[in-house]
């Protein structure tokens, strides 16, 4: 089951985005919806820097055409934001765990989606097991080889999902 707390470190990080933007700094921050599926198959919701606990943002879906083949959505208003903070769980953003081994494949489809988001960090809440994955993550995503992720990028444009924009 998701951490207690998920939906805060949420909220913090989009807020910590949000602030570098109104100092100046470019910045964004997306959710992947469902955790490690939505990262593997690119559905996401953008954690908007002048949106979300900041005021403003939107609740609406979106999608649309792009490389990736995800879909995005964005996040609760501000007004929408309170009923999550130091509630627990993980219903923002929806929890999958990750499950055993992680392939070097689905290693491969993290890295392109984290390419194509241009992500400079990825930030994974959970148990035992998101850690233990988190860790092999790290240990194995600067050493695949490019042609495999290549090779994600090339199934991740043909699977036909709908388009979307987000960041992190």
């Known amino acids: 089951c998701p951490g207690a707390g998920t939906e805060n470190v949420i909220l913090g990080v989009q807020q910590r985005v949000a602030s570098s933007v109104t100092r100046g700094m470019s910045g964004r921050a997306v959710g992947f919806l469902d955790g ?19 005021g403003g943002g939107t609740s609406s879906s979106s999608s649309g055409g792009g490389a990736s083949s995800s879909s995005s959505s964005h996040f609760p208003s501000s007004s929408s934001t309170s009923q999550y903070l130091n509630c627990g769980g993980a219903r923002m953003l929806g929890f999958k765990p990750f499950r055993g081994r992680i392939s070097d494949r689905d290693i491969a ?23 233990l ?24 444009s043909t699977s036909g999902a709908a388009g979307n924009n987000s960041s992190t």
Do not use: F, H
């Not at 490690?36 to 900041?54: A, D």
């Not at 489809?109 to 850690?131: N, W, Y």
């Not at 860790?135 to 199934?155: F, G, R, T, Y």
């Open 133 to 156: 994955a988190m860790q092999e993550i790290a240990d194995k995503i600067n050493n695949l080889p490019p042609e495999l992720i290549a090779q994600a990028a090339a199934s991740s």
């Open 109 to 131: 489809k993290i890295a392109q989606r984290c390419r194509e988001l241009d992500l400079q960090g990825l930030v994974i809440v959970g148990g035992l097991e998101e850690v």
């Open 36 to 54: 490690s599926v939505g990262l593997m198959k690119g559905n996401y919701m953008n954690l908007e820097s002048t949106g979300g606990i900041i």
